[in-house]
């Protein structure tokens, strides 16, 4: 969780989750994968961190705040399968349907994440859950589309559980030397049955969704560690320090080594580091 003053970034970033962004104030210009947009204050927006995504210009007053959901979490929430699924596949969804409670809101959440009491943390992740479930009844919109705000009251959906079960697996295990197999064997089905209910789901085939892991994890320690290039390979499940420079370059454009270097060269700033909280399943 986050609440705080960003900087411009200087190059794309990635992560494993999807992100949850509450504009307090100011404006927030995004490239994402595909398009760009622009977020206002007021706005509450999701995307999917796993495909890059950079802020390339803010207003000198911007406040966001939010969160980066794993996708065992956010396959849980009762939202239609169309939005989780567009999601995952490099969307951006939008609502404008916010009040004077949202800005209050976030801020308890993020204060809450960070208090050192686990029932308050608990309960800040089960509120911005909550928060997030009830966008489905109001206005919002996907883009790229067609922009025409959309809103769903209807039954609820679910992901199938045998995704959980798979995002779980991997989430533990990714570092691991792991295929459609074990996963297969965790999740109870068959490996076919398991590939093809995970790329319906999410547009990812098992193997993409390992790597990302692995590179998330990687770029992780790239930007905080001081171990050599291939020891972080090695450590985040790659099985060589030449497939690992492929893979990054392939998601960032650039090496590994190169990556290091420009984070560490950009101006510092006093932030907060960002606060990860497990919910329990239900």
């Given at each position: ?27 927030a210009?995004?490239?994402m ?68 409670s ?36 109001s ?17 609820d959906?679910?992901t ?10 991997i ?38 969704y ?38 990054f ?23 907060p580091?960002?606060v ?7």
């Amino acid at each position: 969780m986050f609440h705080d003053r960003p900087l411009v970034m200087k190059s794309s970033h990635w992560h494993v989750q999807v992100e949850v962004n509450f504009i307090v104030k100011g404006w927030a210009h995004y490239k994402m994968s595909g398009h760009e947009i622009l977020f206002s204050e007021g706005d509450l927006a999701l995307f999917w961190g796993g495909q890059p995504h950079w802020m390339d210009d803010a207003s000198d007053d911007l406040v966001y705040a939010g969160g980066h959901l794993p996708l065992v979490h956010f396959f849980r929430l009762r939202l239609p399968q169309e939005v989780q699924a567009r999601l995952v596949q490099g969307a951006t969804l939008v609502t404008q349907a916010t009040d004077a409670s949202d800005p209050l809101n976030f801020a308890r959440w993020n204060d809450y994440a960070r208090s050192g009491d686990p029932l308050k943390a608990a309960l800040a992740v089960d509120e911005l859950l909550l928060r997030i479930e009830r966008i489905r009844f109001s206005p919002y919109s996907l883009f790229p589309g067609d922009g025409v705000p959309a809103a769903d009251g209807g039954p609820d959906h679910h992901t199938s559980p045998i995704v959980v079960r798979i995002c779980e697996f991997i989430a533990d295990n990714f570092r691991e030397d792991i295929d459609s197999i074990d996963i297969a064997v965790a999740a109870d089905v068959h490996p076919k049955y398991a590939m093809t209910v995970f790329k319906k789901s999410t547009g990812m085939t098992l193997n993409d969704y390992i790597n990302l892991m692995r590179l998330s994890y990687a770029q992780a320690q790239l930007m905080r560690g001081e171990e050599s290039v291939l020891t972080i390979a090695m450590d985040s499940g790659f099985g060589s320090l030449s497939a690992f420079n492929k893979s990054f370059r392939r998601v960032a454009g650039q090496s590994p080594t190169d990556f290091r270097r420009d984070v560490r060269t950009r101006p510092s700033v006093s932030r907060p580091p960002v606060v990860s909280i497990q919910r329990q399943a239900v």
